[in-house]
């Protein structure tokens, strides 16, 4: 009788040792399941806002593709300004006093209800165009061919720049272009062709 007693208690004991077994193989697994799901759920955020930051980085190269500068700008006298600007790729090279290298620039401005479109080098003269009277620069867009355009000096003689006229012409061949190049005559350094990546312009 005591044999059986025994065995009975040794049997319960083995069947309370197998629930509080298996108790706690599923205490282990169940906070692991929680865990896998907050992962899936961190990944699928993760991947909205991958490609979110896709598609706003195509929209940003699209308008950075443009080498284009914009500004806006109002003068002390309540005046605006707007500007619409472009750098050269070609480096001119020019020898004493203008040696180490002169970058162009196109800018087309607008204030006081004028537009003006003017190319300036950074060193160097220029002298197709004389500040008194005047001048022709020839300008050519993409695959057309050159055209003769006129062209005035700044106001306060700089020979580092000069105005071209027939602006609304220009103007709209910037819209629709993608290559410009203009022809300058500089002093002691004869024509120089400076290509601008004009593809983008807005106004």
Same mark, same amino acid.
């Given at each position: &009788?005591?044999?059986?007693?025994? #065995? $009975?208690?040794?049997g319960c004991l083995g069947l309370i040792g197998v629930f509080v077994l298996f108790g706690i193989i599923a205490a282990i697994?169940? !906070? *692991?399941? #929680?865990?896998?799901?907050?992962?899936?759920?961190?990944?699928?955020?993760?991947?909205?806002?991958?490609?979110?930051?896709?598609?706003?980085?195509? =929209?940003?190269?699209?308008?950075?593709?443009?080498?284009w500068i914009y500004e806006t700008n109002e003068t002390k006298m309540g005046e605006s300004q707007k500007f619409a600007q472009?750098?050269?790729?070609?480096?001119?090279?020019?020898?004493? !006093?203008?040696?180490? #290298?002169? =970058? /162009?620039?196109?800018?087309?401005?607008?204030?006081?209800?004028?537009?003006?479109?003017?190319?300036?080098?950074?060193?160097?003269?220029?002298?197709?165009? %004389? !500040?008194?009277?005047?001048?022709?620069?020839?300008?050519?867009?993409?695959?057309?061919? !050159? &055209? %003769?355009?006129?062209? *005035?000096?700044? *106001?306060?003689?700089? *020979?580092?720049?000069?105005? $071209? %006229? /027939?602006?609304?012409?220009?103007?709209?061949? $910037?819209?629709?272009?993608?290559? &410009?190049?203009?022809?300058?005559?500089?002093?002691?350094?004869?024509?120089?062709?400076?290509?601008?990546?004009?593809?983008?312009f807005k106004w």
């Amino acid at each position: &009788m005591n044999k059986v007693v025994k #065995g $009975l208690g040794i049997g319960c004991l083995g069947l309370i040792g197998v629930f509080v077994l298996f108790g706690i193989i599923a205490a282990i697994i169940s !906070p *692991s399941t #929680g865990t896998e799901k907050t992962s899936n759920n961190e990944t699928k955020d993760s991947i909205v806002e991958i490609k979110d930051t896709v598609n706003v980085s195509k =929209e940003e190269i699209k308008e950075v593709s443009s080498k284009w500068i914009y500004e806006t700008n109002e003068t002390k006298m309540g005046e605006s300004q707007k500007f619409a600007q472009i750098k050269s790729d070609d480096i001119l090279d020019f020898d004493f !006093p203008y040696q180490g #290298g002169s =970058e /162009s620039t196109l800018t087309v401005r607008k204030q006081k209800g004028q537009t003006d479109i003017y190319y300036q080098v950074s060193k160097g003269q220029i002298v197709s165009v %004389n !500040p008194v009277d005047g001048g022709t620069v020839r300008v050519k867009f993409d695959d057309e061919k !050159p &055209m %003769n355009i006129s062209a *005035s000096g700044a *106001s306060d003689y700089s *020979s580092d720049i000069i105005f $071209l %006229n /027939s602006t609304s012409k220009l103007i709209s061949k $910037l819209k629709s272009a993608k290559k &410009m190049i203009i022809e300058v005559k500089f002093y002691d350094e004869g024509n120089r062709q400076i290509e601008f990546d004009v593809e983008g312009f807005k106004w």
